[in-house]
Structure formats: C-alpha cells, structure tokens
C-alpha cells in the first residue's frame, strides 16, 4: 500500500516546483528595468560607424570614441523598420539641441543604406550613428529590444535605462539622472 503513494507524491512534488517557476517568473521580469539600471558602466565594444573617413574606410563607433566626448551621453538604439523608434524620434531630435549632452544612435539588426535613408528623411538627432548588423553592441549592452535608451554621465556610468520608445517624462528623468536639463529649461 505505501508503493502507491511514491507516485503520487513525485507527481505533485514535480507539479509544485513548475508552477513555483512559472508563477515567480513574471516577478523577474517585472523588474527587468530595474535590474538593467544597475549596469554600472558602459561596456567595451566596437562596431562600424555610419561615416567615412578620409582615406575612404568607413569609420569606427566604440566606447573609446563615446567617452572621448567628455559631456554626459544618451546612447539610443533604434532601426529603420522599427515604429516605436519613429515615435520617439522627435524627443531625440530635440535632445539633440542641448549642448549639455551627446547623443549617440546605434542601429541594431539594420543596414548603412536603410538607415541613411531614414535619417534623410526624418533627420540626424545623432553625433554618430553605429552600424550593429550582427548584434555586436547589443550583446555587449544587454538591451532587451528596440528602443532602448541609455543615459551616462560624463564619465561612462549608466545612470538610467529606458526600454521602449521614450515619451516626455523618461526623457526628463533620464536627463535629470544625467544632470542635464532639457532645451526649453537650460
């Protein structure tokens, strides 16, 4: 008689562990932001950049080339194909205009002829754009999809992540973080 318990209590033993994992793992992803925003500094990496240099090689983005700015940096990246970035292009577009800050753009999963193109026709909010055609800088990053926008301060660190497209509060808090102040309140 005890033999026929051993199966049943395997089974809901098996059936307890699963439902503790698939119920604690909404919990993680909740707090997937808050987890990306203790990123402490700006990972190394390295990826073709969206400019020719003047022996006609295409030029080089890095995080050498990032820190190299000395001011405080918003890093964004974004693709031609993707309908959120374009929802949020007028904010970088404006960001662009604050002489406090950098901003950088990293295609991600696109081409240089798509993205030129796009940026013909919505305009350059960016210093330079970086080509991540293989996912390069978005492994090395960590970025969950596109948009994702990272705000450093001048000397690297990541001070505020924002996942998804950005909207006219995450651009204040992560300017704030960065302790910049947005165009209209220089």
């Known amino acids: 008689?005890?033999?026929?318990?051993?199966?049943?209590?395997?089974?809901?033993?098996?059936?307890?562990?699963?439902?503790?994992?698939?119920?604690?793992?909404?919990?993680?992803?909740?707090?997937?932001d808050s987890i990306k925003s203790k990123i402490k500094s700006m990972p190394n990496f390295r990826i073709q950049a969206l400019v020719e240099t003047s022996s006609g090689s295409m030029g080089i983005m890095s995080d050498t080339t990032i820190r190299a700015t000395g001011k405080p940096t918003v890093v964004n990246f974004f693709a031609s194909w993707c309908q959120p970035c374009l929802a949020e292009h007028p904010l970088l577009m404006e960001m662009a205009l604050n002489n406090q800050i950098q901003v950088f753009g990293i295609a991600w999963n696109d081409n240089s002829e798509a993205i030129q193109a796009w940026i013909a026709k919505h305009g350059n909010p960016f210093f330079l754009v970086g080509i991540d055609n293989e996912s390069?800088?978005?492994?090395?990053?960590?970025?969950a999809g596109i948009p994702e926008t990272f705000f450093l301060d001048k000397k690297g660190n990541v001070q505020?992540?924002?996942?998804?497209?950005?909207?006219?509060?995450?651009?204040?808090?992560g300017l704030q973080a960065i302790k910049a102040t947005t165009p209209e309140n220089p």
Do not use: D
């Open 160 to 173: 505020f992540v924002h996942i998804g497209p950005l909207s006219r509060e995450t651009m204040q808090n």
């Open 136 to 143: 390069i800088a978005g492994i090395e990053w960590g970025i």
């Open 1 to 32: 008689m005890r033999t026929s318990f051993i199966p049943i209590i395997a089974f809901v033993t098996i059936i307890g562990a699963l439902g503790y994992i698939f119920i604690s793992e909404p919990s993680n992803n909740a707090n997937r």
